[in-house]
């Protein structure tokens, strides 16, 4: 398809959306960067005291601490639950295999309000509201389900041959999973936790309803800042959390070239 | 164990820990949000003769679908101009577009509500800009009404729509194009009468990906809204959390799930699931 102008035209028109995607993020930049008290552009002059006042204030501090405990938690147990799950549809697969697949992807489909009126709805009477392990306990169940795809895709490309070989040869079913099947999906397992980190570090719905006081995560502090529309120090926040998107997305791609590059060999 | 394990494939002791899980503490807790909406606060259909009953109501329904609609046809068409460019560029850019597309992608969406309302607002970037070009004498109003919410929701979604029309376009056969070509075709007459066709399956599922994720969502229209665009998700926020109403809001919740439910059984007819989210998550 190599009509010269049109080509042209769709490549030049993509740029700009993509720039579209990506920049208007980064006003969070200048705004942060602000002398003043209140929201506002940097009139030339610039200054750092927002992200003095972020690093200094316990609220935030302590914000940025519980998304760490609940991300990483969720994160962790997410993982552990989708991974193992993912290997036993894929061991199964039959036509109830992808019925049940299908089941426990809707977590992830279901509008997210949906979801925080059933969590918020269960958590009352079992005293979960508010809780470190309420807030885990829906952000995994939130966050599995992708587990369970980044690992089901790279099931896909594992060869079964290789399971029976390891029975064969002796192994138990336990030896074989821990060193046959699981090395040999780690970039699945990798992606999958990482994402499920990420959606728990962002989730803001249903936190916005299973949260109240104790528990106070970053999204709900920065939901409050935008909100007042006052403070600059959420500007600041929002840089940091920029910056560390680019970072996780850099460790990332590499990870994922390496592993391409290995597979490849 | 052995004995049971003769009737049941061992495999779904791997899969029980999770599904348990999720049927003890999601699906539970829904199927007892169905039921509320038939018994809260009375038993009856009741909250579903609100449909009938109440303007308020049927306003908020029609505002959510129209703003859906209009988000979901931008943000395919804008992710179909990209993916287009993305398959059809060389191995690097398109690497690197993938990359934009992600990074955008795990922005976190509290960071971006953030920034467009520094750009949209009266005093804020973009009418600043315009005013200082000399384009506009009185700032435009683009908070606290739909247009706001729109491109909230158009950036919001544009990767969404990209991922599932890039899968689609990357398992074409290119050489279906090539004949077209030497059989006389013009690119333009190429692309409306055999490219875009192909693609299908790709537009259909990403049209349908955007449209359900945007019927529930709830940040972007409650910022950028600024409460004038009162949407399905604020409005289910409002009567649980504020006036604690358990009724309506479930008979919404209802609706929108039996909604979203129907659009993923016909997705399915299209697509296999589970390639759409697949391309979703990597």
Request: with cysteine; hydrophobic share 55%.
């Amino acid at each position: 398809m190599r009509s010269g102008l049109f080509a042209r035209f769709n490549r030049v028109g993509a740029w700009i959306l993509l720039l579209f995607l990506v920049t208007p993020a980064l006003v969070a930049i200048p705004v942060s960067l602000t002398p003043k008290r209140f929201l506002s552009m940097p009139g030339g002059e610039y200054s750092l005291r927002h992200f003095t006042a972020l690093f200094s204030s316990p609220e935030w501090l302590s914000s940025f601490f519980q998304s760490a405990v609940i991300g990483l938690s969720t994160s962790a147990l997410a993982t552990i639950l989708g991974t193992l799950c993912a290997i036993g549809l894929w061991r199964v697969s039959s036509k109830y295999s992808e019925v049940v697949r299908a089941f426990l992807l809707l977590p992830m489909i279901i509008p997210q309000i949906i979801s925080a009126m059933a969590f918020y709805r269960l958590w009352v009477p079992l005293g979960l509201l508010d809780t470190y392990p309420g807030m885990i306990l829906a952000h995994t169940i939130l966050a599995a389900p992708l587990v369970l795809i980044t690992v089901s895709a790279s099931l896909a490309n594992f060869d079964p041959k290789l399971e029976q070989a390891s029975r064969n040869l002796g192994a138990s079913s336990w030896v074989t999973m821990w060193r046959v099947i699981l090395p040999s999906i780690k970039p699945g397992v990798f992606a999958g936790a990482l994402f499920a980190f990420i959606l728990s570090w962002d989730e803001i719905v249903v936190t916005l309803f299973v949260s109240k006081f104790n528990i106070y995560t970053l999204p709900r502090r920065m939901w409050n800042g935008i909100r007042e529309n006052t403070d600059p120090t959420v500007a600041a926040a929002a840089v940091v959390l920029i910056a560390l998107t680019l970072i996780a997305f850099a460790v990332f791609a590499l990870v994922s070239r390496r592993n391409a590059r290995q597979s490849r060999t | 164990m052995k004995t049971l394990g003769r009737y049941i494939s061992p495999g779904w002791f791997l899969v029980a820990p999770f599904l348990l899980l999720v049927a003890a503490f999601y699906l539970g807790p829904i199927l007892n949000i169905l039921w509320l909406s038939f018994t809260d606060p009375v038993p009856g259909v009741g909250n579903y003769r609100e449909l009938y009953e109440s303007d308020a109501l049927v306003r908020i329904i029609w505002t959510t679908v129209r703003v859906c609609i209009v988000t979901t046809v931008f943000s395919v068409l804008l992710g179909y101009v990209i993916a287009y460019a993305m398959v059809h560029a060389h191995e690097n850019k398109r690497n690197l577009m993938l990359g934009f597309v992600l990074v955008s992608f795990w922005i976190s969406i509290l960071v971006r509500t953030f920034s467009w309302l520094m750009l949209l607002g009266r005093n804020g970037l973009v009418n600043n800009a315009f005013e200082t070009i000399g384009i506009i004498s009185e700032p435009i109003a683009f908070m606290r009404n739909e247009l706001g919410v729109l491109i909230g929701m158009v950036h919001y979604m544009v990767p969404y729509a990209v991922l599932p029309l890039l899968v689609n376009m990357q398992t074409l056969d290119m050489r279906v194009m090539n004949a077209s070509r030497n059989l006389g075709a013009s690119g333009t007459q190429t692309f409306w009468r055999i490219y875009l066709p192909l693609t299908t399956p790709g537009l259909v599922a990403s049209t349908l990906l955007v449209f359900i994720l945007s019927l529930g969502f709830y940040v972007t229209p409650a910022v950028l809204g600024g409460g004038k665009v009162l949407m399905v998700a604020e409005y289910i926020y409002v009567q649980l959390l504020v006036t604690l109403q358990w009724g309506t809001a479930a008979m919404l919740a209802a609706l929108m799930l039996f909604g979203v439910l129907g659009l993923l059984y016909v997705m399915s007819r299209f697509m296999k699931l589970s390639t759409v989210f697949g391309g979703t998550a990597s």
